[in-house]
């Protein structure tokens, strides 16, 4: 079984910074695509920025420009750097994973508890 824990949310005033991680484990093969994701009171969740194996990155527009996304493949760890926060960007964060596990014919799509983040003004 594949587990995600992610680490780094809080409270942070407008203008601040956050690094979130989260890293997997279990009988891992390999890790494919790994994203974060949000989910603001109230609304659906969202996708905020993709990091393909070969680290090609995509981002919602909202965030373009202040968070960037990163990934240690040997620690199999995705990273998500927020800059500039703002208060609309409170939510909870979740990291996904597609992963590859030993004795699986294909991969699956594995979620991480969530993490906090909320932003004051």
């Known amino acids: 079984q594949v587990q995600l824990v992610e680490f780094g949310g809080g409270l942070v005033q407008a203008g601040g910074s956050l690094r979130l991680s989260c890293a997997a484990s279990g009988r891992i093969v390999s890790i494919y695509d790994m994203a974060w994701y949000r989910q603001a009171p109230g609304k659906q969740r969202e996708l905020v920025a993709t990091?393909?194996?070969?680290?090609?990155?995509n981002y919602a527009d909202s965030v373009k420009g202040r968070f960037a996304i990163s990934r240690d493949n040997a620690k199999n760890a995705v990273y998500l750097q927020m800059n500039s926060l703002k208060p609309e960007d409170t939510a909870v964060y979740y990291c996904?994973?597609?992963?590859?596990?030993?004795?699986?014919?294909?991969?699956?799509?594995?979620w991480g508890q969530g993490t906090q983040v909320t932003v004051s003004s």
């Open positions: 990091i393909t194996s070969g680290g090609n990155t």
């Open positions: 996904n994973a597609e992963v590859q596990e030993y004795y699986h014919g294909s991969p699956g799509h594995y």
